[in-house]
């Protein structure tokens, strides 16, 4: 006796697709890498200040007020986006700051507290023999040094023109400012591209603000 045996395959088929059909489906797990991306600065601003501790003589109100103006356009400049700053301060005339304005190199500031740390030693002192402003700007073209791209030069003296031009050996200086205090107009000190902005004594933000635009607006244009 034969006995046959029939396997009903297409039976067998719809039902192994129907087990697929309800299978629980397992949801796609999405891994995500934490961004890294920084912003860094785009431009570099090495700068140094030059104040001026001589042409307003023993008025230390007058010094005081000078050294609230570099305090405030520091301040500022510090708050620039995308700008990595370094500032440095010498200052001339009758005050025990270094004469040697290089060895200010060593000690730039790279925030405003720093920053106000060395102006408050920008104090005035009775020396018997100050550096005058014709000798600060030859000091000043005489220095050798590769680090600095600014040089923000003030000064209160009324009549520059027999003084010489600031013209500072390193070329990569290419921002020059020269500040008049008390409305000043140094004027012919200054070398061709380079910019003068006088101030009142009695100064507001706004003269504030024209001081850090002639800094910064020649960051701009490179």
């Known amino acids: 006796m034969i006995t046959i045996i029939v396997i009903d395959i297409l039976s067998y088929e719809q039902k192994e697709e129907e087990a697929i059909r309800f299978l629980p489906t397992v949801p796609t797990v999405k891994t995500t890498t934490p961004s890294t991306t920084t912003t860094s600065p785009t ?8 104040g001026d501790v001589y042409n307003y003589d023993n008025d230390i109100s007058a010094y005081d007020k000078e050294k609230e103006l570099l305090s405030q356009v520091s301040r500022k400049i510090f708050a620039v986006p995308k700008l990595y700053t370094q500032l440095a301060l010498w200052a001339y005339g009758y005050t025990n700051y270094p004469t040697n304005i290089l060895s200010t190199l060593n000690n730039t500031a790279k925030n405003q507290t720093e920053f106000d740390d060395l102006i408050q030693k920008m104090g005035y002192a009775s020396i018997a023999e100050p550096i005058s402003t014709r000798k ?15 040089l923000v030069f003030l000064t209160a003296q009324k009549a520059t023109d027999l003084l010489p031009i ?4 390193n070329k990569a200086i290419e921002t020059i400012v020269a500040v008049g205090l008390s409305e000043t107009q140094p004027t012919s000190i200054v070398p061709v591209g380079g910019k003068v902005v006088s101030v009142p004594y009695e100064f507001h933000d706004a003269h ?12 701009r244009e490179r």
């Not at 600060?136 to 600014?150: D, F």
């Not at 600031?166 to 050996?169: A, F, K």
Request: with cysteine; hydrophobic share 50%.
């Open 166 to 169: 600031i013209d500072p050996i």
């Open 136 to 150: 600060a700007i030859e000091i000043i073209n005489e220095m050798v040094e590769i680090q600095l791209n600014c």
């Open 43 to 50: 431009r570099r601003l090495s700068c140094i200040f030059v």
């Open 208 to 219: 504030v603000g024209k001081i850090v635009e002639a800094i910064t607006e020649s960051l």
